[in-house]
């Protein structure tokens, strides 16, 4: 899909799964590379709108996010556009905006994987804290820069004191200085830095795994990760418990569990 001078392109991989059937890989590419992949609020709109039609398609099994040109994932909200806001609606609606897109991966039932290169910026990092693994090149840089600029860091900023803890992330909203690669992964920001040559191969390689799982009980997991973050120890556990019991009563273990068996046997 394209709206003005952005594009949002997906391409669909369909594979073979273990056991049968076809699972679906979706690699969401944003464009809008003459502006460092920035964000407005068509763009916005666009890319909630294909997370949440990835959320209807039942053989989907992960999401890659990335963005076009090679100079950034996603340089962060479109600076021309918030310098024209002027009251507090104009405000809340952008924010809001963003939130929505965050919310969108977030909710899709599979696991998205957030690959980055350049800069990730502002909303860009908020997009990418959104995503269940991040995958970064060794040129990527990343920073809030919004308190610069005369706002704060909000909606899911929120996320990133449980990915890097909080003095960290005071860090990063209050200096507004950029962290390079190797910061990130030291911090705990991204789950894996490569070259930038590589990239795709260690994108790959966290595709295959996740598709090598069965599809219920991948989503059931991201599922339950969700519900884990909301909820008190105690009432985390009964709900893996719940979640577990469901899984054996829906039966995809047995053809999985089946075959190891049989093969310790021989």
Not at 121 to 126: F, K, N, P, R
Request: proline share 4%.
């Amino acid at each position: 899909m394209a709206s003005g001078v952005h594009k949002v392109d997906i391409s669909w991989d369909r594979r073979p799964q273990i056991g049968g059937g076809i699972g679906t890989v979706a690699n969401v590419v944003f464009d809008n590379s003459r502006k460092l992949n920035s964000l407005n609020p068509p763009a916005l709109l666009d890319l909630t709108e294909a997370f949440l039609g990835l959320a209807r398609e039942d053989d989907l099994r992960v999401v890659v996010l990335s963005g076009a040109g090679g100079k950034a994932f996603i340089g962060g909200a479109d600076i021309n556009h918030m310098a024209g806001m002027r009251s507090s609606e104009d405000g809340r609606a952008f924010i809001t905006s963003v939130h929505k897109l965050c919310q969108a991966i977030r909710d899709c039932p599979v696991p998205v994987i957030c690959r980055m290169e350049g800069y990730t910026l502002g909303a860009g990092l908020e997009v990418a804290a959104a995503c269940d693994m991040r995958i970064a090149a060794d040129n990527a840089f990343f920073g809030m820069p919004e308190v610069k600029v005369g706002v704060p860091s909000v909606v899911e900023a929120a996320l990133l004191p449980r990915l890097i803890g909080w003095g960290r992330t005071s860090w990063l909203l209050l200096t507004a200085e950029n962290i390079d690669a190797v910061t990130a992964d030291r911090w705990g920001m991204v789950e894996q830095v490569v070259p930038v040559a590589k990239l795709d191969a260690a994108v790959e390689h966290c595709v295959a795994a996740i598709v090598e799982g069965t599809p219920k009980a991948v989503r059931a997991q991201k599922r339950l990760m969700r519900r884990w973050e909301r909820l008190p120890l105690d009432e985390a556990v009964q709900a893996g418990i719940d979640a577990f019991a469901q899984s054996v009563a829906e039966g995809e273990h047995i053809e999985r569990m089946g075959a190891f068996v049989n093969r310790k046997r021989k």
